[in-house]
């Protein structure tokens, strides 16, 4: 029997049995309603869509593993909740003063875009001064907040992050402070 054959119900039960084409199948059903949820939060302050899209389908994934028929809502219900509630967490910590400064901030690949279309010059000039201030960077930081910086760009969470580098969360945090503070001043 093929996927989209199945049921709600057999595809969760497939689901946390960490079968990943039951999500896929999963996921073609309710993209509908994890769009409809994402325009809910359409606006300046809301993440880019596709973000907003992405957090419907961790609060999808949840629901599938989380779900009890015995609760009384219907899965459709519960997953609809549960795509709401990840998309306003999002949203919420998308505008939160922690993120500002990334908010704000012009992408590289827009700077890069916007360089292409003034031409060859803009995009040597361009290069010059991200290498300018990569020099600049590598020599204010330490080689621990150079190995720090790495792995918060990757995208590891504090606590991975710390103990990946073999400190406490304490010695991380200082040190990406530091880090913070020398890239403000270059």
């Known amino acids: 029997m093929e996927f989209q054959d199945r049921s709600d119900a057999q595809l969760i039960a497939l689901v946390r049995q960490r079968q990943g ?6 996921s073609a059903r309710y993209l509908g309603l994890i769009r409809a949820k994402a325009r809910l939060f359409e606006g300046a302050a809301a993440p880019e869509k596709e973000d907003l899209w992405q957090e419907g389908l961790l609060g999808l994934y949840a629901a599938a593993i989380s779900y009890k028929a015995e609760g009384g809502a219907s899965f459709s219900t519960y997953a609809g909740v549960c795509v709401y509630n990840r998309m306003a ?4 910590k998308h505008g939160s ?19 292409v279309e003034d031409g060859p010059e803009s995009l040597v000039e361009l290069r010059d001064e991200f290498c300018s201030f990569r020099e600049k960077m590598d020599g204010s930081l330490s080689p621990l907040e150079r190995r720090v910086l790495a792995l918060y760009l990757n995208g590891c969470r504090r606590k ?8 406490s969360l304490r010695t991380f945090d200082n040190a990406l402070h530091r880090v913070r503070a020398k890239l403000k001043r270059l």
Not at 160 to 167: F, H, K, P, S, V
């Open 97 to 115: 003063s922690a993120n500002r400064a990334l908010n704000e901030s012009v992408s590289l690949e827009d700077a890069g875009e916007a360089a």
């Open 21 to 26: 084409e039951a999500f896929a199948e999963l």
């Open 160 to 167: 991975e992050a710390a103990q990946l580098a073999g400190m």
């Open 89 to 92: 967490s999002a949203v919420r």
